[in-house]
Each structure stands twice: as structure tokens, then as C-alpha cells.
């Protein structure tokens, strides 16, 4: 996938040069600011931001939608707002 065909988002939020626990902090923050039912895109890259960052998303009432592994080695987490 190329970052020109990116899925359906009201805001993206690129948090590659983050580490745990600032990686779910700074997805927090962004979900915030949106309202119930629009869609948040999150670029991150890292084992523990793969599998922290869905995981503590829903743990919040969001609906992790899609994780989209890129050819760069970075993700693309698709989360919808609970």
C-alpha cells in the first residue's frame, strides 16, 4: 500500500519516533479531539507500539479497525472512536 491510497480517516497522527507509553499517550491525546464514530489513523513502527497500542485502544471503547503492515516496515492502525 502507498501512503497516496491511505483508508478513510478524519485525522492521522504519525508516532513512529515515539516509544511506549508516550506511543498510546500521543493516540489518546488525537482520539480526544475526535468525536464518537470518526476514524483515526495512526502510523507507528516497533514491536511493542504493534501490540500495545490496538490493545489499549479498545481496552478505551475504540474499535481498532484495521492494522496495515507497510513495506517500509512501519504499520498503519486504523482506529475508530468508541
Given at each position: 500500500m502507498s501512503l497516496t491510497?491511505?483508508?478513510a480517516h478524519d485525522k492521522a497522527i504519525d508516532i513512529t519516533n515515539e516509544t511506549c507509553?508516550?506511543?498510546y499517550v500521543r493516540t489518546r491525546l488525537a482520539l480526544e479531539a475526535l468525536a464518537a464514530g470518526q476514524v483515526l489513523l495512526v502510523r507507528l513502527?516497533?514491536?511493542d507500539p504493534v501490540r500495545n497500542v490496538p490493545r489499549a485502544a479498545a481496552d478505551h471503547g475504540h474499535d481498532?479497525?484495521?492494522l496495515i503492515?507497510?513495506?517500509d516496515g512501519t504499520h498503519l492502525l486504523v482506529i475508530q472512536k468508541g
Open positions: 491510497a491511505l483508508p507509553p508516550m506511543t513502527k516497533g514491536e481498532p479497525l484495521e503492515a507497510l513495506e
